[in-house]
């Protein structure tokens, strides 16, 4: 059963251009989450996600930040228009379910996004 | 708001030692709090999940403990090695959110 899988693991991009980040959940898992970790900071979360579905975004910046879970394929975080600021590891982490006795959450090697 | 906090924020110890990392959160309504370990550039390992019911968890060397009314977690760690260097975050849920807030982390060195 492979983990909670990341591509890529780094991605370099000029000011100005678009950032897709993509997270494939561990197996019979339909739960994600985003979280940022910029340099010397600790992990923030961004957003959470169900298939289809977007349950809480709290943590997302208002503009040039989406995120999608379709029903089929991976969840993508798309940043539009970066800005040096957005230079941080990118992770994602899933869980089986969001109730119940268990809902411990897995997570991803990163994708560490250099803006230059 | 749930804020988690971790002291110290760096520990060096020689190898053998035993040692306690620890966390605090301002809101005892947690759900579960969870532990893992973070090697440069690298992810997140989980190392321990403790759930609001329980009081402690163990897996190895690693002891972890949940008090809820106080606020507080540890984890303990015995016999420390140098593959025991890295980052380690506490991450806690509250019953109201679906994410973790993780703390700052700990940064530990055990030297050889």
């Known amino acids: 059963n492979a983990g909670v899988m990341q591509n890529p693991r780094h991605l370099v991009r000029r000011r100005g251009q678009e950032a897709r980040l993509r997270c494939s959940p561990m197996?019979?898992?339909?739960?994600v989450y985003w979280y940022r970790q910029l340099p010397e900071e600790g992990l923030k979360f961004m957003v959470y996600?169900?298939?289809?579905?977007?349950?809480?975004e709290s943590g997302m910046p208002k503009e040039r930040f989406s995120a999608e879970f379709p029903k089929e394929g991976p969840s993508i975080l798309r940043i539009q228009q970066v800005v040096r600021g957005d230079s941080a590891a990118y992770f994602c982490?899933?869980?089986?379910?969001?109730?119940?006795?268990?809902?411990?959450?897995?997570f991803g090697p990163g994708t560490r996004l250099t803006v230059l | 708001k749930q804020e988690v906090t971790q002291i110290p924020a760096a520990l060096s110890v020689p190898e053998g030692e035993n040692l306690v990392l620890n966390c605090s959160f301002t809101?005892?309504?947690?759900?579960?709090l969870q532990w893992f370990r973070q090697d440069p550039g690298k992810g997140l390992t989980s190392l321990l999940l403790?759930?609001?019911?329980?009081r402690e968890q163990t897996s190895g060397r690693l002891n972890a403990s949940l008090d809820k009314s106080s606020g507080r977690s540890t984890l303990y760690i015995a016999a420390s090695q140098p593959g025991d260097s890295a980052t380690y975050l506490c991450?806690?849920?509250?019953?109201?959110?679906?994410?973790?807030?993780f703390g700052p982390g700990t940064r530990l060195s055990v030297l050889p």
């Open positions: 403790i759930q609001s019911s329980q």
């Open positions: 809101d005892s309504a947690i759900y579960n």
């Open positions: 982490a899933s869980s089986p379910e969001t109730s119940g006795a268990y809902n411990e959450q897995f």
């Open positions: 197996k019979g898992h339909s739960h």
């Open positions: 996600l169900q298939k289809e579905n977007i349950i809480d």
């Open positions: 991450a806690a849920k509250d019953n109201y959110g679906q994410n973790f807030v």
